[in-house]
């Protein structure tokens, strides 16, 4: 089981599949929310992370970033 947090307040996620359809239900639910989204297993653990970053700086170094044009991406998965 893992558990995705926007760290919103709301619209967290579970999902009893692996790792991959967590990241992939997780791209499918991110908004636009300067706040970092995580995946945290059955027992409160961080195992992924896509950093938000507030600016365009370093974009062209990221290889799978979410875009949300002049107002900043979410960086890569970066997998513990």
Avoid: K, P
């Avoid at 967590?22 to 896509?50: C, K, L, P």
């Avoid at 365009?56 to 513990?80: A, K, L, N, P, Q």
């Amino acid at each position: 089981m893992y558990r995705i947090n926007y760290h919103t307040g709301a619209g967290d996620e579970t999902t009893d599949g692996d790792l991959e359809e967590a990241m992939r239900i997780a791209d499918e639910g991110i908004r636009y929310t300067q706040q970092s989204v995580t995946i945290e297993d059955e027992r409160g653990h961080e195992v992924a992370r896509r950093n938000w970053c507030g600016t365009t700086d370093g974009i062209e170094e990221e290889d799978d970033f979410i875009s949300y044009g002049d107002f900043g991406y979410y960086g890569g998965w970066i997998v513990s």
